[in-house]
């Protein structure tokens, strides 16, 4: 199949170009990847550091294939951002594969390029945040629910469960999204009587259960000594975070992740959270907002008008008729994240959209096939028509508020896009509807192609990465994750990819006499000096500084015991630390470059 070759060839090449100017993308997630490259434990575990004193705040699946990639090839960009490239391809290939097994294999090629022109997809698809296996699983549970849909066989609902199980271990409750639009689609349309269906529902909850609770029941049951603190909860439990800092703080705002410790100013952005993650104000137009519409939402009008003519499409069909349930479940999908990350008090980051956009792909695709073959009839031409000209005013809007980024395609979209909505309007010959068609599919992508281009070509660091270009709005001053060496995210200790060079020698004078070469506020200045140095630097207060771990009495011990060389001061904001406070109160400073550096040992 050559369009299936090319367009995964293409997906490959476009998201692997350059790959290094990622460097190491996150580095609060790529010090957990170091750290479980060098220990088994950290691996397990989701460590932030080698010598285990806390974990990332998010289960360690995402972790654990770049950590087995770094562990083969040794750290590097490539070897960090290449197997999230390659996840990419297969989430592209599972969307061409599931659209071309009951549309064909045009509506499966206009599915698959729609994903991969995805800006939000794009961009996480080439970074280490957890985003890009979390989609990539929830498309394999789509798979999965489709194939039960189609047979109503229980090991399709098994496998389902289990996918989103894994889904779990990787992003906690943002996998669950799906699932009521996954149940709602088997429970209307799946072949056995619906008592039989209500039971293999249940069975794949129980594979849910059992995919994801293996890992949760060793980190509960495991003694807290043993383990690493459960960072971004206040209890050391995972129940804590999943249902607390990860689960209802998200939604209702009450996100306190800890009380001791202290924050620099920007370790809380470290992980893709804190006070900067807080997107526009909540409303139903928040996905269209200046900050979010770009990232995903130019094909959303266009999928909503074609998700109900999809539905209307099928009319009097029996109760099992696929198609409906295809419109219904991707519909589902669509709507249902779409108000969660509306509605959402929360931290929020565009870049959590991501999930909406196979919903998107699998739509466009299918409605497009189904529309087209029926076009003859003015009914189905005026929602062709009706969906290419709101992609086209969608495109030009979103186009518009980067004034300066390609300044003339916005008004050439406008102008192809007007004239193929007139043209589009009247019955043409058949290789005239082709070329018309062709036009429109070219409309509707320019910008989001764009936008992907120009995320390809711009370094992204930190924890708030942004697809394409700087809009003009109020948000656009905290779009911190695009960025080269002028712009690129500054942290306490200099940038994730250039640390402060004397500040590194100094750690890197007799690290092994010690567990932690150093300690200091925040997962995120420790990220910077652990990959620098390659040596276990302890995250006090974990990824935002508030966690409380260690206690005051914890480090107390662990510095009498020898086991952390210096304490290094953050140059930021920071909120009071009974750490820092002993710390200042007890050892003489020094000045280390820019930096005030207590040696522990002394």
């Not at 594969?97 to 794009?122: D, E, H, M, S």
């Not at 399709?156 to 989103?164: D, E, I, Q, Y």
């Not at 909120?575 to 406070?581: C, M, V």
Request: net charge neutral.
């Amino acid at each position: 199949m050559p369009t299936l070759a090319a367009l995964l060839v293409g997906t490959a090449g476009a998201y692997a170009l350059d790959l290094n100017r990622e460097h190491w993308g996150n580095s609060f997630y790529a010090a957990a990847v170091q750290a479980g490259s060098i220990s088994w434990k950290a691996f397990l575990f989701g460590s932030s550091d080698a010598a285990n004193s806390i974990t990332v705040d998010k289960p360690p699946a995402s972790l654990w294939i770049m950590e087995l990639s770094v562990r083969i090839f040794g750290l590097n960009s490539w070897s960090l951002l290449l197997p999230q490239v390659l996840m990419a391809v297969l989430s592209v290939g599972i969307m061409y594969a599931i659209v071309a097994r009951r549309f064909g294999y045009g509506a499966a090629l206009i599915a698959g390029a729609v994903l991969a022109t995805t800006p939000t997809f794009a961009l996480m698809f080439r970074y280490d945040n957890p985003d890009a296996l979390l989609t990539l699983t929830l498309l394999g549970a789509a798979w999965a629910m489709l194939r039960a849909i189609e047979d109503g066989r229980a090991r399709w609902l098994v496998l389902t469960g289990a996918v989103v199980g894994l889904g779990f271990l990787t992003k906690q409750l943002q996998a669950f999204l799906v699932v009521p639009a996954l149940a709602v689609a088997y429970a209307a349309f799946g072949p056995p009587k619906l008592g039989t269906r209500l039971l293999q529902l249940l069975a794949a909850g129980a594979a849910v259960l059992v995919s994801a609770g293996w890992w949760v029941a060793i980190v509960q049951l495991v003694p807290a000594a043993d383990r690493p603190w459960v960072g971004g909860s206040k209890t050391d439990s995972i129940l804590d975070l999943t249902f607390g800092y990860n689960g209802l703080g998200r939604l209702t705002g009450n996100e306190h992740a800890g009380t001791a410790g202290s924050s620099a100013g920007d370790a809380a952005q470290a992980g893709g959270f804190g006070p900067g993650g807080h997107g526009p104000q909540t409303g139903i137009t928040r996905m269209f907002a200046a900050a979010q519409g770009g990232q995903i939402s130019w094909l959303i009008p266009a999928a909503l008008v074609l998700v109900v003519a999809g539905i209307v499409l099928r009319g009097k069909a029996p109760r099992r008729d696929f198609q409906r349930a295809w419109f219904v479940m991707w519909g589902l999908w669509l709507v249902g994240c779409s108000v969660v990350f509306s509605f959402m008090s929360g931290t929020f980051h565009p870049y959590y959209t991501i999930v909406v956009a196979p919903a998107i792909a699998a739509i466009v695709g299918a409605a497009v096939r189904e529309l087209w073959v029926r076009r003859e009839k003015a009914a189905w031409r005026a929602v062709l028509v009706l969906a290419s000209a709101i992609t086209t005013a969608t495109s030009f809007v979103f186009l518009a508020r980067s004034p300066e980024f390609l300044p003339w395609l916005r008004w050439v979209v406008l102008g192809v896009g007007v004239f193929v909505a007139v043209a589009l309007a009247f019955r043409r010959s058949r290789s005239m509807s082709i070329a018309l068609g062709a036009m429109a599919i070219a409309v509707a992508l320019a910008g989001p192609v764009a936008y992907v281009a120009d995320t390809v070509v711009t370094p992204h660091t930190g924890g708030g990465p942004s697809a394409g270009p700087a809009v003009a709005s109020d948000q656009a001053a905290n779009r911190s994750g695009r960025g080269g060496e002028d712009a690129e995210r500054s942290t306490q200790f200099g940038s994730p990819s250039a640390p402060d060079a004397e500040l590194t020698a100094l750690l890197e004078a007799d690290p092994q006499k010690y567990t932690w070469a150093a300690a200091t506020i925040g997962s995120n200045a420790a990220a910077v000096l652990q990959l620098a140095t390659d040596d276990p630097v302890m995250p006090v207060g974990g990824f935002s500084g508030t966690d409380p771990s260690p206690t005051l009495d914890q480090f107390e011990a662990d510095v009498a015991a020898g086991k952390i060389h210096y304490f290094i001061a953050g140059t930021g904001k920071t909120r009071p630390s009974a750490i820092g406070d002993w710390v200042a109160a007890t050892f003489a400073p020094r000045t280390v470059g820019d930096y005030t550096v207590f040696d522990l040992s002394a």
